[in-house]
């Protein structure tokens, strides 16, 4: 019987705090031992010389055979989502089991459990609250938040899920009550759906318009609206998806003051513009998504906020919607107007590539900041560190070996999704992963993919340090436990 069953030899670890010359030995699908020079017997030694060996990516931003709000139904089963997260070094997903109004929720997130049973690789959810009524925040929540799913997300657009301030509010107290992080698509819905009628009203229904019917503006005073809310509550949330600067802005002001208010990016926003929507209605939904892409001075902006420490996290919102399927991106007919084409890019495999590429590459970050995005962060602000996001002993053998000279040419022939295209069709990038082990299994080795439906483990979440609430509430009175603190 061998000492390990696997050891990685010769690599330089990278972790988000540190960088170390050492061999990883691996033993029942943990990291048992880190040495200079480790002896022992292994099953397999694999050599990673010459290249950076670091945690596996932590995607906390994934939609997965999840039913789109704005019409249209996911390309990706959990099967193919998780394959292709894997060939691009992620090893753990957080997706989400969405409610729409009307709906219970216990219901629709016992059917995300059994959907994802064919996961390759880890994974956990976020619970999608589009209706805060009195049975789901008494009766459903709290279970099902101590069952593990410890974060939430709320929309503040899309008719089918948005919730208004009030309801923001009630969705805060139960997540500040029983621990779990709200997460938040932050656009101001009103203004958006104004802008929709008068673009559309006057024959502007390109995709080019998408952009103009929700300018960052609009997500800046959203932004500012729901860290305010926030506030009161002194509830912990992440800002989905920042695209601008002004936006940024407002959560750099807000972490100033003390507010637990967190951020992340993707990486459309570091390298689209809202150019790429121009063109023909097919050429344009590639690209849309929500927020819009937006323009070079914002992608600069976005790094900045990435080296102040505003933003902390990249992942990818993987939504894919196939082009030539009639429940896809044109759910609503070939030339439907911009409000009506599934909102959302794929890009779970492109994810860490672009991120290398972008930032790395480019010298705007380092590999232990890169660690940190795509991996440490959110492993931390989701309550799964250190058992993700980290080389350490007894972190599970999530591992990425990066090829950080590698030079690809992005095609959609070359990854693993089962959406039908790529926004990134024709990008060059350098670095790519070069072996990918999920708790110590091997799953992506130089070009060959041997992912297992069912391998993956759902992530129950315990209460964490992390979101704790400050304790501060703007007034002497807890509007939580309902009295008057000292
Ligand atoms: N927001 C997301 O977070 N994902 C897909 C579409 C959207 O608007
Ligand atoms: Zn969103
Ligand atoms: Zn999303």
Redesign the pocket.
């Known amino acids: 019987m061998s000492d390990f069953d696997v050891i990685i030899k010769g690599g330089v670890v990278v972790n988000a705090s540190d960088t170390t010359r050492a061999d990883i030995g691996i033993k029942d699908g943990r990291i048992v031992a880190l040495a200079e020079a480790l002896s022992g017997s292994a099953t397999r030694t694999i050599d990673a010389a010459g290249r950076m060996v670091m945690p596996g990516g932590v995607d906390s931003?994934c939609?997965i055979a999840q039913p789109s709000?704005?019409g249209g139904q996911n390309a990706e089963s959990w099967e193919s989502g998780t394959r292709s997260a894997a060939c691009g070094g992620t090893t753990t997903v957080i997706a989400f089991s969405s409610q729409e109004k009307g709906e219970r929720i216990k219901p629709m997130v016992d059917a995300y459990h059994e959907k994802a049973k064919q996961a390759c690789i880890d994974y956990s959810f976020h619970i999608i609250i589009s209706e805060p009524s009195d049975a789901v925040v008494t009766d459903e929540l709290p279970g099902l938040i101590e069952s593990g799913l410890r974060s939430l997300k709320l929309?503040m657009t899309?008719p089918k899920n948005r919730v208004d301030d009030g309801e923001i509010l009630r969705i805060f107290e139960v997540a500040r009550r029983y621990g779990a992080l709200v997460c938040v698509?932050a656009e101001n819905h009103d203004a958006i759906m104004y802008m929709t009628e008068k673009l559309i009203g006057a024959g502007l229904g390109a995709t080019k318009y998408h952009a103009w019917c929700k300018p960052a503006l609009v997500e800046r005073e959203a932004c500012q609206r729901v860290i305010m809310l926030a506030e009161l509550m002194d509830q912990p949330i992440q800002i989905?998806?920042v695209t601008c600067e002004e936006a940024a802005e407002e959560i750099r002001r807000a972490q100033h003051r003390g507010v637990k208010v967190f951020a992340e990016t993707c990486p459309q926003y570091f390298v689209l513009t809202a150019d790429d929507l121009e063109g023909d209605q097919r050429q344009g939904a590639r690209v849309l998504?929500?927020?819009a892409p937006r323009s070079v001075p914002d992608q600069q902006a976005l790094w900045r906020h990435i080296n102040s420490g505003t933003i902390g996290n990249v992942t990818s919102?993987h939504?894919p919607y196939n082009i030539d399927a009639v429940d896809g991106k044109f759910w609503a007919g070939d030339n439907a107007p911009f409000n009506q084409i599934a909102?959302?890019v794929p890009g779970l495999e492109t994810r860490m590539p672009i991120v290398f590429s972008e930032g790395v590459v480019k010298g705007r970050i380092d590999p232990q900041q890169f660690v940190a995005l795509t991996s440490t962060n959110a492993a931390k602000l989701f309550g799964v560190y250190p058992q993700k996001g980290t080389i350490s002993i007894g972190a599970d053998a999530d591992i990425c070996i990066w090829d950080a000279e590698k030079k690809v040419t992005i095609t959609q022939e070359m990854l693993h999704h089962d959406t039908d295209y790529t926004p990134y069709e024709g990008m060059d990038v350098t670095g790519w992963p070069a072996v990918t082990l999920t708790r110590g299994k091997v799953v992506w080795e130089e070009g060959v993919e041997s992912c297992e439906a069912g391998w993956g483990n759902f992530l129950a979440r315990e209460p964490y340090d992390y979101i704790k609430p400050r304790g501060v509430f703007p007034t002497p009175f807890n509007p939580v436990s309902g009295e008057i603190e000292a």
Do not use: K, Q
Request: aromatic share 18%.
């Open positions: 931003h939609h709000s704005g929309f899309y698509h989905f998806h998504c929500s927020p919102d939504a909102n959302g």
